[in-house]
C-alpha cells in the first residue's frame, strides 16, 4: 500500500509540473519581456528537471513508464497565458504561476504524511518549499507593478 501511494503521487505531480511546463512554455514567445522571459524560463527549466527525476523514480522504483498528461483545469491556465497580450501577459503568467503552485503545495502537504520513500518525500518537501517562496517572490513582483 505504501508503494501505491508513493507510485500515485509521482504520477499526479507529474502531471501538474507538465501543467506548468506547457505554461511556461506559452510564456516564452517573442513579445514577452525581459522580466517574463526569464522567470519562464527559470521555472521551465526546473520544472523539467524535477519532472525528468519523478519519470526516473517510477521507473525505477514502479517500472512504470508513466506519460504525464496535462489535467483540464492546468489546460486553462495554459490557455489563459497564451491568450494574454502585451503588458497583461506577464501578469497573467505570474498570477496563474500563484495559483499553480498553491494548488501543488496543497497536493504535496495533502500527500506527504503517506509516503514510504525517504528519498521521494525529501524531494517533495523541498518542492513544496521552493513553490512557496516562489509564490511569495511573485506576489511581492505583482504588488510592486
Same mark, same amino acid.
Do not use: C, W
Given at each position: 500500500? /505504501?508503494? %501505491? ?6 504520477? *499526479? ?6 501543467? +506548468? ?6 510564456? @516564452? ?5 525581459? %522580466? !517574463? ?13 524535477? /519532472?525528468?527525476?519523478?519519470? /526516473? *523514480?517510477? #521507473?525505477?522504483?514502479? %517500472? ?6 496535462? $489535467? ?14 502585451? $503588458?497583461?501577459?506577464?501578469? $497573467? ?15 504535496? %502537504? #495533502?500527500? !506527504? ?5 525517504? #528519498? @521521494? =518525500?525529501? +524531494?517533495?518537501? =523541498? ?5 512557496? =517562496?516562489?509564490?511569495? #517572490?511573485? =506576489?511581492?513582483? !505583482?504588488?510592486? /507593478?
Amino acid at each position: 500500500m /505504501a508503494h %501505491g501511494a508513493d507510485q500515485q503521487f509521482l504520477r *499526479m505531480l507529474s502531471d501538474h509540473h507538465l501543467g +506548468m511546463i506547457d505554461m511556461a512554455h506559452a510564456a @516564452l514567445r517573442p513579445d514577452a519581456s525581459a %522580466g !517574463l522571459r526569464a522567470k519562464a524560463e527559470e521555472i521551465h527549466r526546473k520544472q523539467h528537471e524535477e /519532472a525528468r527525476q519523478m519519470a /526516473a *523514480m517510477l #521507473e525505477r522504483d514502479f %517500472g512504470d513508464r508513466y506519460e504525464p498528461q496535462v $489535467t483540464p483545469d492546468n489546460q486553462r491556465m495554459v490557455e489563459r497565458v497564451r491568450q494574454a497580450q502585451g $503588458t497583461a501577459a506577464e501578469r $497573467t503568467f505570474y498570477e496563474a504561476t500563484i495559483a499553480h503552485h498553491e494548488e501543488g503545495v496543497r497536493m504535496m %502537504g #495533502e500527500r !506527504l504524511p503517506h509516503l514510504a520513500n525517504p #528519498e @521521494l =518525500r525529501r +524531494m517533495a518537501e =523541498r518542492m513544496r518549499d521552493d513553490q512557496q =517562496r516562489e509564490v511569495g #517572490e511573485l =506576489r511581492q513582483t !505583482l504588488a510592486a /507593478a
